[in-house]
DNA sequence: ATGTAC
């Protein structure tokens, strides 16, 4: 018995015969007894021993756990099942009887998964953190759950969360958009051709952006040539080059400010795209969603192929951002030759879940290395789900990024970040090694609506109150409202969030300039 | 979020 086992108090449970469940009685395991039911320690064995002698059953052999029904087998189940009040049920070969309460918690649910919260206490909303609990404790697998400053309540789970899971994997933590997220483009426009009133004449300028881009053979080609991928089917592939609805948009910013040496300059003109997978992404959610399905065991044969598809959703969703960022400097800078896109620097990229080993690694680079510190264990296969949240590990090389991108409602400022890893986060791993992809809803899209419809009025071109705010195009009448700044949290405060919990450094920030949403241009635009 | 479900 190691000293250090010793010194732990033990677990108090009670056992009760399945069969008659009134007959019962308390057991303390001591804390060196073994999970694995194969050690000659074995809690199992200690069980089943307490069984014969105090319920007198003569030839216990199964073990469920009362008011869940998960029946104890493995290590793992042991590992997970044995905990402070706990009943267990023993059996002589019979199935489990009893309902099953709280049918909506995973048998391999960890009520235990630790939770970090980012937000400041007065940002929160109830119902998401709620929805953050009950997620973390309730799915299978899960060790860690990230509420990040923008967290706002989803469908059913939270948005502005990472939840970090081993051997399962769960496609709704991810949600439909694969792939979603953002990245800048250098272009050749000086700050003066996009300033003051002419931000009107570059938002003239953005158009033929809706509807598919060119052939289906071109688009094929683009897929094929620049990406190295087949596509997704025409089904899906007439999509790629478009912006989409909800958060996606195409933004056209000036570098007010930025600390040298991180990728961006200050008086650039920037495109910043966010935008996903499309209708591609959404059906791979739905395919592997059928009949309220949730979950699935990492080495299953479905899981395995969710990771490709998801793999490839991610893939065809920078394609996409690309493509888009082609057809917006095609409008701004005609005459140009071929953008070499993807090689453009400053090129951030927001992978919603990612592999991992966990704790992760974080690797280091000669000219890095003191900023950063490499996870002494090389921890264990684990997955990161991230829902509005970008990871701050290039997912390649584990090697932190060095700026990313936080956008607030389209008009106000974009703040130039720069994950930190300081040891107050064990070193990232506190807020998942992720960050709040944008400043995250404050008032439901139905609040919105009702209250800021009085406010706005609907038109094509929205014009900047001031000389030195915002063209936004939005000729989608319920979007002006639906997206409207005040329907948000601010951006600052979000950044400001994250900066006090030790996980980014405010490095800068962007002007926006032109903010394109959608064009309405059956009409020819107004 | 979505070439969407009832």
Same mark, same amino acid.
């Given at each position: 018995?190691?000293?250090?086992?010793?010194?732990?108090?033990?677990?108090?449970?009670?056992?009760?015969?399945?069969?008659?469940?009134?007959?019962?009685?308390?057991?303390?395991?001591?804390?060196?007894?073994?999970?694995?039911?194969?050690?000659?320690?074995?809690?199992?064995?200690?069980?089943?021993?307490?069984?014969?002698?105090?319920?007198?059953?003569?030839?216990?052999?199964?073990?469920?756990?009362?008011?869940?029904?998960?029946?104890?087998?493995?290590?793992?189940?042991?590992?997970?099942?044995?905990?402070?009040?706990?009943?267990?049920?023993?059996?002589?070969?019979?199935?489990?009887?009893?309902?099953?309460?709280?049918?909506?918690?995973?048998?391999?649910?960890?009520?235990?998964?630790?939770?970090?919260?980012?937000?400041?206490?007065?940002?929160?909303?109830?119902?998401?953190?709620?929805?953050?609990?009950?997620?973390?404790?309730?799915?299978?697998?899960?060790?860690?759950?990230?509420?990040?400053?923008?967290?706002?309540?989803?469908?059913?789970?939270?948005?502005?969360?990472?939840?970090?899971?081993?051997?399962?994997?769960?496609?709704?933590?991810?949600?439909?958009?694969?792939?979603?997220?953002?990245?800048?483009?250098?272009?050749?426009?000086?700050?003066?051709?996009?300033?003051?009133?002419?931000?009107?004449?570059?938002?003239?300028?953005?158009?033929?952006?809706?509807?598919?881009?060119?052939?289906?053979?071109?688009?094929?080609?683009?897929?094929?040539?620049?990406?190295?991928?087949?596509?997704?089917?025409?089904?899906?592939?007439?999509?790629?080059?478009?912006?989409?609805?909800?958060?996606?948009?195409?933004?056209?910013?000036?570098?007010?400010?930025?600390?040298?040496?991180?990728?961006?300059?200050?008086?650039?003109?920037?495109?910043?795209?966010?935008?996903?997978?499309?209708?591609?992404?959404?059906?791979?959610?739905?395919?592997?969603?059928?009949?309220?399905?949730?979950?699935?065991?990492?080495?299953?044969?479905?899981?395995?192929?969710?990771?490709?598809?998801?793999?490839?959703?991610?893939?065809?969703?920078?394609?996409?951002?690309?493509?888009?960022?082609?057809?917006?400097?095609?409008?701004?800078?005609?005459?140009?030759?071929?953008?070499?896109?993807?090689?453009?620097?400053?090129?951030?990229?927001?992978?919603?879940?990612?592999?991992?080993?966990?704790?992760?690694?974080?690797?280091?680079?000669?000219?890095?290395?003191?900023?950063? &510190?490499? /996870?002494?264990?090389? $921890?264990?296969?684990?997955?990161?789900? #991230?829902?509005? !949240?970008?990871? *701050? @590990? =290039?997912?390649?090389?584990?090697?932190?990024?060095?700026?990313?991108?936080?956008?607030?409602?389209?008009?106000?400022?974009?703040?130039?970040?720069?994950?930190?890893?300081?040891?107050?986060?064990?070193?990232?791993?506190?807020? &998942?090694? /992720?960050?709040?992809? $944008?400043?995250?809803?404050?008032?439901? #899209?139905?609040? !919105?609506?009702? *209250? @800021? =419809?009085?406010?706005?009025?609907?038109?094509?071109?929205?014009?900047?109150?001031?000389?030195?705010?915002?063209?936004?195009?939005?000729?989608?009448?319920?979007?002006?409202?639906?997206?409207?700044?005040?329907?948000?949290?601010?951006?600052?405060?979000?950044?400001?969030?994250?900066?006090?919990?030790?996980?980014?450094?405010?490095?800068?920030?962007?002007?926006?300039?032109?903010?394109?949403?959608?064009?309405?241009?059956?009409?020819?635009?107004?």
């Amino acid at each position: 018995m190691s000293r250090q086992a010793s010194r732990r108090p033990p677990t108090r449970i009670t056992i009760a015969l399945n069969a008659r469940q009134t007959q019962r009685a308390p057991l303390l395991l001591p804390a060196n007894a073994s999970t694995d039911p194969s050690s000659p320690t074995s809690i199992r064995k200690l069980v089943f021993k307490a069984a014969q002698a105090k319920l007198r059953i003569g030839k216990p052999s199964r073990v469920f756990v009362a008011g869940f029904g998960a029946e104890l087998v493995g290590e793992e189940d042991w590992e997970r099942g044995v905990r402070n009040d706990v009943s267990l049920l023993i059996s002589a070969g019979e199935d489990y009887i009893g309902v099953i309460r709280d049918a909506g918690v995973h048998p391999k649910a960890n009520p235990t998964c630790p939770i970090h919260n980012l937000a400041s206490a007065a940002a929160l909303d109830e119902h998401a953190l709620t929805q953050l609990r009950t997620t973390a404790h309730s799915l299978p697998g899960l060790v860690h759950a990230v509420g990040q400053p923008n967290l706002h309540p989803g469908t059913k789970f939270p948005i502005g969360a990472v939840f970090v899971s081993q051997r399962w994997i769960h496609p709704p933590l991810i949600g439909g958009d694969i792939g979603c997220g953002m990245a800048w483009y250098r272009t050749r426009l000086s700050r003066g051709q996009v300033e003051g009133d002419r931000g009107r004449k570059v938002a003239e300028k953005l158009r033929g952006m809706e509807g598919a881009w060119r052939t289906a053979e071109a688009r094929e080609r683009w897929l094929e040539d620049e990406w190295g991928m087949c596509g997704a089917g025409e089904e899906w592939d007439g999509s790629v080059g478009t912006i989409g609805a909800g958060n996606h948009f195409a933004e056209i910013q000036v570098v007010e400010e930025v600390e040298e040496g991180c990728g961006l300059a200050e008086g650039e003109v920037v495109l910043l795209v966010r935008s996903g997978s499309r209708g591609y992404g959404s059906s791979i959610l739905k395919k592997y969603t059928a009949e309220g399905q949730v979950s699935l065991k990492e080495d299953s044969a479905e899981a395995k192929e969710y990771l490709k598809e998801h793999d490839s959703a991610c893939r065809w969703a920078k394609a996409n951002r690309n493509l888009i960022a082609l057809r917006f400097l095609s409008c701004l800078e005609p005459g140009e030759p071929a953008w070499s896109l993807g090689k453009k620097d400053a090129h951030v990229e927001d992978i919603h879940d990612a592999r991992t080993k966990w704790p992760p690694v974080v690797a280091t680079s000669e000219d890095t290395n003191e900023r950063t &510190a490499s /996870s002494p264990s090389p $921890g264990i296969d684990a997955y990161i789900h #991230r829902k509005g !949240a970008a990871p *701050t @590990l =290039s997912p390649g090389t584990c090697l932190p990024l060095s700026i990313l991108p936080l956008p607030g409602s389209r008009g106000t400022p974009t703040l130039i970040l720069a994950p930190q890893f300081p040891s107050s986060t064990s070193r990232g791993l506190d807020n &998942a090694v /992720s960050l709040a992809h $944008g400043a995250g809803r404050s008032m439901s #899209r139905a609040k !919105a609506l009702s *209250t @800021l =419809s009085q406010k706005y009025q609907a038109s094509s071109l929205l014009e900047p109150r001031g000389g030195k705010g915002t063209w936004v195009v939005c000729e989608a009448k319920d979007l002006v409202f639906e997206k409207a700044a005040e329907a948000y949290k601010d951006v600052e405060a979000v950044g400001a969030n994250l900066v006090a919990f030790g996980a980014a450094r405010r490095v800068g920030w962007c002007r926006a300039r032109v903010s394109y949403k959608c064009r309405d241009e059956r009409g020819g635009g107004r």
